[in-house]
Nanobody
Framework: QVQVAESGGGLVQPGDSLRLSCVAS????????LGWFRQAPGKEREFVAA????????YLADSVKGRFTISRDNAKNTVYLQMSSLKPEDTALYYC?????????????WGQGTQVTVSA
């Protein structure tokens, strides 16, 4: 049973925008923080963004502030990561994750990941 599932990755050029989506099961969506992590080749997985179940609290890594935003659509059980001004260093496998609390160093649920590649 899939609890969290991402979509929306792809190949884009530097400066482009891309929106990732994460659909979570109803139980998780209503009660958990939802967030995004990424892992580039040869690097450790890192936190990107998170949003509370109410949407009132949002957190972004310093490396993406001003370029990425996180939002949620409660009617669709979906969280979005809107990425703008993409850079080659944003290339990574992006994971959606869910955790009861924030911070979320070891989330309770992980998606399978969606690849984002930024290249000219």
């Amino acid at each position: 049973q899939v609890q969290v599932a991402e979509s929306g990755g792809g190949l884009v050029q530097p400066g482009d925008s891309l929106r990732l989506s994460c659909v979570a099961s109803g139980r998780i969506f209503r009660n958990y923080f939802l967030g995004w992590f990424r892992q580039a080749p040869g690097k450790e997985r890192e936190f990107v963004a998170a949003i509370s179940y109410s949407g009132g609290s949002k957190y972004l890594a310093d490396s993406v502030k001003g370029r990425f935003t996180i939002s949620r659509d409660n009617a669709k059980n979906t969280v979005y990561l809107q990425m703008s001004s993409l850079k080659p260093e944003d290339t990574a496998l992006y994971y959606c994750a869910a955790n009861v609390l924030y911070p979320m160093p070891t989330p309770d649920y992980w998606g399978q990941g969606t690849q984002v590649t930024v290249s000219a």
